[in-house]
């Protein structure tokens, strides 16, 4: 009797280890499967744009305000022209009775290594996504 039990679990054992050996051939469908060629190619592109557009300057800001308390009509401005990671630079151009003067500053990280007017930070922090 101890044999035919014996024999019972050996058989139970090999049959699980046939079952799980043909579950792991078996290919899970993918999320993808169901899709077109067509709209995988089109997803592949979307991922190379992206990529692409990452170090282009697509974060931008304007601030216009008064440079002197005398003058209204915010004539001065502030322009910050960033990419992705917080590059590119701001241009400013302030406006007098007689003249405009125009700066432009470089931006890494978000900051600039020189000092920034109130007015420059602000165009910089409106400009961050």
């Not at 079952?19 to 995988?40: E, F, K, Q």
């Not at 592109?45 to 170090?55: D, F, I, K, S």
């Not at 960033?82 to 890494?108: F, M, N, P, Q, W």
């Amino acid at each position: 009797m101890w044999i035919v039990v014996v024999l019972a679990l050996a058989l139970a054992a090999a049959s699980l280890g046939v079952a799980v050996a043909a579950l792991r051939r078996t290919a899970r469908p993918t999320p993808d499967a169901d899709v077109p060629a067509d709209v995988l190619g089109l997803r592949q592109e979307v991922a190379a744009l992206r990529a692409e557009a990452t170090g282009s300057l697509r974060h931008l800001a304007v601030v216009r305000y008064d440079a002197h308390g005398d003058m209204g009509g915010h004539l001065s401005w502030s322009l910050a022209l960033l990419d992705d990671t917080g590059s590119g630079a701001v241009v400013t151009s302030i406006h007098g009775r007689s003249e405009a003067r125009t700066y432009a500053k470089t931006v890494s990280g978000w900051t600039s290594e020189q000092q920034l007017s109130p007015e420059e930070a602000e165009a910089i922090g409106a400009a961050r996504p």
